[in-house]
């Protein structure tokens, strides 16, 4: 009987140690960003200022589709996203995408952003599962 108990307990061991390595964010993709369109304009007329910028989003090979929420800058505040991503086959050559969100922010009279002050620290991506995830970036991915 104790052969047995110990016998046991070594399988669930072996068990829980396999588990330990399982992904519970399966599900969920697997992003990368890259810098879109940037400009910085003066409208001459108003003397108003319009900084537009584009975030372009891929989705790794294998990785399944979902939806990017909302980006975490490093000030604190939040740009809103909103990114559909197809899923990604693994047979894929290299990451799919881009799949692109535009922005455009306008600043008063004598006001423009200073440059590195829009800068991603990380973003909530939700899977078609449900399962969501922040994926942080170190460093963090400068838009502007």
Known sequence: MRRFSL????????????????????????????????SLATDTTTGESTLSFSVDAYNVQGAPGGVIRVFNLVNGN????????????????KACGPFTKNYTFTYPVGS?????????????????????????????????
Do not use: H, W
């Not at 046991?8 to 879109?36: D, F, H, M, Q, R």
């Not at 991506?125 to 400068?142: A, D, E, F, K, W």
């Open 78 to 93: 939040k740009l809103p996203a909103g990114i559909e991503l197809d899923p990604c086959p693994v047979s894929a050559v």
């Open 7 to 38: 016998f046991s307990l070594g399988i669930v061991a072996l068990v829980l140690t396999a588990c330990s390595g399982i992904n519970l964010s399966s599900g969920v993709p697997e992003v990368s960003l890259a810098l879109g369109d940037v």
């Open 112 to 144: 423009t952003p200073t440059v590195g002050s829009y800068k991603i620290a990380s973003l909530v991506v939700v899977g078609t599962n449900g399962l969501s995830r922040t994926i942080t970036y170190t460093p963090p991915q400068p838009i502007y």
